[in-house]
Each structure stands twice: as structure tokens, then as C-alpha cells.
């Protein structure tokens, strides 16, 4: 019968973190998630390895045999796939964006995973289904490891707005000014508003001008159509002529494939299922969520967020700050029918329309305190 184990069990992402516990010689219990270990048969060879279990890991036929024999539990890396579904970490743009510059667009990691999507989720096959599953959960955890502690403030908005537009440079300023108050700006991770917020946090760090030549640069290619290529190449000269810029998080999906990933989001929890995505990104604004102006996705977006605040499932109701009051009154009438809803009800005190994105810090900093 196993043994039942105390506390949270050991993740082991990288080569560093298994020589760290290879020196105790044990990995009894311990999760090894998508390494290389074809160098390190010797370990496993001596090393106790009783109820592990190793995700994707690659080894020697000997120390295969081994692990297994010795109580192990192996996850073998599947052939052909053009992503990991045992991944220990969240994406860069980088690894997403890989050979860009050579083949272009089509030959990336992130447009053939896109492509086996297309090809897989709708034939049945409960292998294809489930290591969407597998890759998903995985990535969930890399991402409750990555904010652990973290106030996030998430940013939503339309995904049709074009750089150059007056409403993506204040979305920009907006991301730049959560950040430098020490917040971490989440987004959909795709093109348009949520580009914006996240470029704004990438721009923190630098002088107020680099934002205003970076929105310069981008708007050469003002729009994902007629070509990614374009669009993701304005977004990586940018990051290369300002390196290290200030971090922020997306949170895109291959369900929307057809939308590309920002390359500003330093960190990339991309989904293959959307309601994970959504419920994912909502569920880890612990610092409060801006709605910038959109249309029917912002519109659940707004109610997915309101939902747990008007039942406080997920306790003490976050800040929601609707931005445009115009947009939120008139042409999509949402704000009125989130008043009715918090009426009377603790989340009343947590909502706010305001009219511009210059509004939103001091207005989040009042309803959060």
C-alpha cells in the first residue's frame, strides 16, 4: 500500500533542481516534470526512486527499466507532438515565437500546435484529448507557482484594437502605471487591448519616453492581418532594442488560435481549453480586474468576475473598474445591470466606472481599501 505523504510534493523543473536532490539520493514521492536525464543514468541507477513519478522525462533503456522496477511511475515523452504536455513551466514569447525570423510564422511552435489542434480536437481520440488536458493542467501549476504571493491585477479589453489607436496608447500608459505601483498585470495574453496592457508593463521599468517611440514602432503594423509575421516582428524588435523590460503575465488559447500571442507578456500560460483560460485568468486577480472597452468576450468577462464577488465564493469581493462610460451605459448597457446585481451586497462597495484609464490606479487603490 503506498505510503501516505506530508505536505506538498516535491516538483522537480530543471536539471539544477535534480542534481540539488539527486545529492540526498533519494526521489522517493518526487514529480519529475519534461527533463533530459539521458546524462544522468547513473543517478537513477543508484538513486531511490520509489513512488515517483517522472512526466516526459527522457532516459538510457537501462535506467528506464530501473525506475520502474524500483516502484517508479513513467510518463513517457509522446513522438511527434509540437508541444510538451508534462511542461514544469510557463512559455516566453521566444519559445513561442521560434524560427520567426527564418521560415516564418507557419514553421513556429506556437502555429503548429495551433495546427495539430485544428486536426486533433474534434476526431474523438481520447489521447489527443486527453494530453490537451495534461498540458493544461500542467501549465495551471507552473502559473499558481509563478503568482504565488503576487497581487495581480487583471486588464480586459477588446481584441480588434489596433496599434496607433489613441485607446491601445492608454491601455499601454494604464499597464505601465499598475506595474510601477508594484501590481502584476495579467491579460488574455492575444493582440489589441490586452497587448497594450501588457506592453505598458514591459515599458515600466524605462524612461516615460520608450514608451511613446516602442507605440511609434509598433504601429507600422498596426494589426495581426494580413500577417502575423509582421505584427509579431514589430512586437520582438521592440523587445530587442529595450531588453528586460518589467514582467507581466497572458494568458492566451489555442481555441482562438487564430489570434496570435503578444510577445510583451514576459510569461505565457497558453491553454488549449478557453474556459480554463478564462476562469484561470479571472480566478488569480487578487488585486482587482479593469474592463477596458470590448465586446461580447469583455461582456461574460465582466460577469465571470462579478459572479464570485456577488456570492463571495472566493471570499472578500476584488475590486471590478469598468472603464468608458459611454461604452458601459449606452452602447453595451452593462454597468446599470451590475449595479442591480451588487445592491445591498458587500461588492457594491467594490465597483466603479470611471471614464479614462488615468482614473484607474487611484480608483483601484480606494475600492481596495
Not at 124 to 130: A, H, T
Request: proline letters at 7%; glycine letters at 10%; aromatic letters at 8%.
Amino acid at each position: 500500500m503506498p505510503r501516505p505523504r506530508q505536505g506538498r510534493v516535491r516538483e522537480i523543473e530543471s536539471l539544477a533542481e535534480f542534481e540539488e536532490v539527486a545529492l540526498g539520493g533519494s526521489f522517493a514521492g518526487c514529480r519529475v516534470q519534461g527533463l533530459d536525464l539521458t546524462e544522468h543514468t547513473f543517478t537513477l541507477l543508484v538513486a531511490d526512486t520509489r513512488e515517483a513519478v517522472f512526466l516526459g522525462c527522457l532516459m538510457e533503456p537501462q535506467a528506464l527499466a530501473h525506475v520502474r522496477a524500483n516502484g517508479a511511475l513513467v510518463f513517457p515523452p509522446v513522438p511527434g507532438l509540437p508541444f510538451d504536455p508534462y511542461r514544469g513551466r510557463l512559455y516566453a514569447p521566444e519559445e513561442l515565437y521560434a524560427r520567426l525570423a527564418v521560415d516564418g510564422y507557419a514553421a513556429t511552435p506556437d502555429a503548429l500546435t495551433y495546427r495539430w489542434f485544428q486536426e486533433t480536437s474534434g476526431d474523438g481520440d481520447v489521447l489527443s484529448s486527453m494530453l490537451r488536458s495534461i498540458h493544461d493542467d500542467a501549465v495551471s501549476d507552473a502559473l499558481d507557482e509563478l503568482l504565488a504571493g503576487k497581487g495581480v491585477v487583471g486588464v480586459m479589453g477588446g481584441h480588434a484594437l489596433a496599434r496607433g489607436d489613441a485607446a491601445y496608447d492608454g491601455a499601454a500608459r494604464l499597464g505601465r502605471d499598475l506595474t510601477r505601483a508594484g501590481l502584476t498585470v495579467a491579460t488574455g495574453g492575444g493582440p489589441g487591448a490586452m497587448e497594450a496592457a501588457n506592453l505598458g508593463a514591459y515599458a515600466a521599468p524605462f524612461d516615460d519616453a520608450m514608451l511613446g517611440e516602442a507605440l511609434t514602432t509598433l504601429a507600422a503594423a498596426p494589426d495581426f492581418r494580413p500577417s502575423v509575421g509582421a505584427w509579431a516582428s514589430a512586437a520582438l524588435t521592440v523587445r530587442e532594442r529595450w531588453p528586460d523590460g518589467g514582467p507581466s503575465v497572458g494568458l492566451p488559447t489555442w481555441f482562438y488560435g487564430h489570434e496570435p500571442p503578444n510577445a510583451f507578456a514576459a510569461h505565457i500560460a497558453k491553454f488549449f481549453a478557453n474556459a480554463t483560460r478564462e476562469d484561470g485568468l479571472l480566478s488569480r486577480c487578487t488585486a482587482g480586474v479593469v474592463f477596458l472597452p470590448g465586446a461580447a468576450g469583455t461582456v461574460q468577462e465582466v460577469f465571470d468576475a462579478a459572479t464570485p464577488n456577488y456570492y463571495e465564493s472566493r471570499g472578500e469581493p476584488v475590486p471590478l473598474i469598468l472603464v468608458d462610460h459611454a461604452h458601459w451605459t449606452t452602447h453595451l448597457p452593462v454597468w446599470p445591470l451590475l449595479e442591480a446585481l451588487s445592491a445591498d451586497r458587500p461588492m457594491s462597495r467594490r465597483i466603479a466606472l470611471v471614464d479614462s484609464v488615468t482614473e484607474v490606479p487611484a480608483m483601484l487603490a480606494k475600492l481596495s481599501a
